[in-house]
C-alpha cells in the first residue's frame, strides 16, 4: 500500500482507502435518500452505478501524489459506514457522508478532526466546506472542526436541478485569519452574510 492516502486511526474508527471489495457497503451509503438529501447527486440505484461512483470519486485519486478521500469504519468489522474528502482545486473543499444509523453519535466529527489534522500537518494553507442551510447539523460539524462562517450564497444545485442557499465556512491553518475564499461569492450574484452567531 503506498502512503499517498495513510490509514488513520481514531479512538472508535480506522479511516482507510476505499477498495472495489468495499461496493456493496458504499452502495448502502449512497442509496439511502436520507443520507443524499442534501448532496448534488440523487440517490445511487444500483450496485454498478455505485462502482462507478466509487471508481470515479475515491478509487482513481489513490495514484496522486496525495488523496483525502477516506472511508469511515468502525474498528470491529473495519466495513465503510460514510467516507470523509478533500476535493482538488482552489477551493480545497471538505466534505463527509455517513449511514443515518450512526448519525448523532459524533462519529463524522471523530473522523473528520483526524483527516483535517493530517490535512493540517502535511501543509496545506486552508480548507473550506458548504452546506445547505436546511442541514444545519452539517454546519455543526464545521463549527466543531473550529471552521468560521464566511458567506452565504444561492446555487442552481446540479443535477438536481434546485436552487440551494448554501453557508461557506474556512479553516485557515497558516495563520491568514483574515483571508477568505471568494469564489461562490463572485460567481453567484445572489450572496450574503447572515447574522447566524457562533
Partial sequence: MNENTPVIETQR?????FTPEDVIDFFEIMSDKEVNAFLPWFP???VEEAMTFLTDRFLVYYSKPSAYRYAICLK????????VWLSEGESLDFGYGLKKEYWHKGVVTEAAKAVVKKIKDTGYPYITAT????NPRSGEVMKKLGMVYKYSYVEQWQPKDIPVTFRMYQLNFDGKDEKTYMEYWDKYADHFVENIGL
Fill in 44 to 46: 445511487l440505484r444500483t
Fill in 13 to 17: 474508527l480506522i479511516l482507510r482507502k
Fill in 76 to 83: 470491529e468489522d473495519n466495513k465503510p459506514i460514510g467516507y
Fill in 131 to 134: 452546506h445547505d442551510v436546511n
